[in-house]
């Protein structure tokens, strides 16, 4: 069983930064990733990265300005965002996957509860 609990979301205007963390308690070698899903859209991949945070894989609309990483040592994971936009406004998820990467939500099997980022333009 693993426990995901994510911060560090809030309201920023276009261009800024923010730094999203996953705590995960319980097993955490696994595949760590973060979604987000915007009112009125379905959940989408962002970022991924594998256990032992060697690979990592972006959408294309975060490619260069969104950073994965992770700190087994802490258990901990990140998502550094930079020139956020707009169209960055979400609930965002960190999940845990058994797959080696996953880029599908039903390949993730733990979730957290969700932060809100939201970008005034």
């Known amino acids: 069983q693993v426990q995901l609990v994510e911060s560090g979301g809030g309201l920023v205007q276009a261009g800024g930064s923010l730094r999203l963390s996953c705590a995960a308690s319980?097993?955490?070698?696994?595949?760590m990733g973060w979604f987000r899903q915007a009112p009125g859209h379905e959940r989408e991949f962002v970022a991924v990265?594998?256990?032992?945070?060697?690979?990592?894989s972006y959408a294309d609309s975060v490619k260069g300005r969104f950073t994965i990483s992770r700190d087994n040592a802490k258990n901990m994971v990140y998502l550094q965002m930079n020139s956020l936009q707009a169209e960055d406004t979400a609930v965002y998820y960190c999940?845990?996957?058994?797959?080696?990467?996953?880029?599908?939500?039903?390949?993730?099997?733990?979730w957290g509860q969700g932060t809100q980022v939201t970008v005034s333009s």
């Open positions: 999940a845990a996957s058994p797959r080696f990467k996953a880029f599908n939500s039903n390949d993730y099997i733990y």
């Open positions: 319980g097993r955490t070698f696994y595949t």
């Open positions: 990265i594998t256990s032992s945070g060697v690979s990592t």
